[in-house]
C-alpha cells in the first residue's frame, strides 16, 4: 500500500536551512504527483511545492519561491524540500503527499492529493 513517511523537522534559527524527506512506498514515483504542503497553527494546509505528473515542473507558492526546493530521487524513493533563508513564519507542521491522478494545476492544491505522511514539526525561531 502506498504509504510516506516525512523526516528531518528540526527547530532552527531564522535565516537557517533545513531539508525535509520524504521516504515513499508502494507506488513508482515518477508516475506520481508528489507535493510537500504545510499546516500552521489556526491555519490552512497550504500547498507549497509539488512536482505535477503532467509536465515533472516544480511548482511553488509565492510564499517560498526562490527559498525552497522539491526534488525528487527515483532510486531512493524519496522526494526532498530542501529549505533556505527560513523565516519564524515558515513555523508549521509540513506534509509530504501524493496522487495517482492527473494533476495538471500550475499551484498545488491540496484536494488534488488523496495519499499523506503525518506530518514533521519545523520551527523557526531564535
Known amino acids: 500500500q502506498v504509504q510516506l513517511v516525512e523526516s528531518g523537522g528540526d527547530l532552527v534559527q531564522p535565516g537557517g536551512s533545513l531539508r525535509l524527506s520524504c521516504a515513499t512506498s508502494?507506488?513508482?514515483?515518477?508516475?506520481?504527483?508528489v507535493g510537500w504542503f504545510r499546516q500552521a497553527p489556526g491555519k490552512e494546509r497550504e500547498g507549497i511545492a509539488c512536482?505535477?505528473?503532467?509536465?515533472?515542473?516544480?511548482k511553488y507558492s509565492d510564499s517560498v519561491k526562490g527559498r525552497f526546493t522539491i526534488s525528487s530521487d527515483n532510486a531512493k524513493n524519496t522526494v526532498y524540500l530542501q529549505m533556505a533563508s527560513l523565516k519564524p513564519e515558515d513555523t508549521a507542521v509540513y506534509f509530504c503527499?501524493?496522487?495517482?491522478?492527473?494533476?495538471?494545476?500550475?499551484?498545488?492544491?491540496?484536494?488534488?492529493?488523496?495519499?499523506w505522511g503525518q506530518g514533521t514539526q519545523v520551527t523557526v525561531s531564535s
Open positions: 512536482i505535477s505528473n503532467y509536465d515533472r515542473n516544480p
Open positions: 503527499a501524493a496522487t495517482p491522478n492527473w494533476v495538471s494545476r500550475s499551484y498545488c492544491l491540496v484536494y488534488d492529493y488523496n495519499y
Open positions: 508502494g507506488f513508482t514515483l515518477d508516475a506520481y504527483a
